[in-house]
């Protein structure tokens, strides 16, 4: 499986990335060692969308705080760069895509990313892994 992350980055060329206690959605708390990512600087601060793919050199689940009953799933992951994005894409590319139900990638990665502002670790479809592929 493939996996997208969406969160501040302040280095957009460095050879790893390293993010801590990143919350999860729609299955990234699956994330492991060996797996696919591809990396998006959040626009939330100042970041411009997808800038990396690389693999997941490490992941580590983060434990659940005692006496909390809803907790969204957390985890820490280090990542190697194995390629930068040549073309763009972030929420003006994705904002078209609000056909929740029509299966396009274009479409699943505005909902998974967009609809909600929040910086995340998602995983995503063969389909959208193949399309985010194109940019690079």
């Known amino acids: 499986m493939a996996f997208a992350i969406k969160a501040e980055i ?9 993010f801590a206690a990143q919350k999860t959605m729609y299955g990234g708390k699956h994330v ?3 797996d696919t990512v591809f990396v998006f600087a959040s ?3 100042g970041g411009h969308g997808l800038i990396a793919r690389g693999v997941v ?6 434990a659940r705080k005692r006496g909390i009953i809803r907790q969204t799933p ?3 992951v280090t990542i190697r760069r194995t390629a930068l994005a040549k073309r763009s894409l972030g929420r003006s590319e994705l904002k078209h895509f609000t056909d929740w139900n ?8 505005n909902f998974k990313f967009y609809r909600q ?13 193949a399309f985010l592929d194109e940019f690079f």
């Open 102 to 109: 029509d299966g396009q990638p274009g479409t699943e990665l």
């Open 57 to 62: 050199m490490s992941a580590e689940a983060i």
């Open 32 to 34: 492991a060692e060996g």
């Open 10 to 18: 302040s280095d957009l060329r460095p050879k790893t990335f390293a």
């Open 117 to 129: 502002a929040t910086n995340k670790i998602a995983g995503i479809s063969d389909e959208a892994a």
């Open 43 to 45: 626009e939330n601060e």
């Open 74 to 76: 957390r985890v820490s």
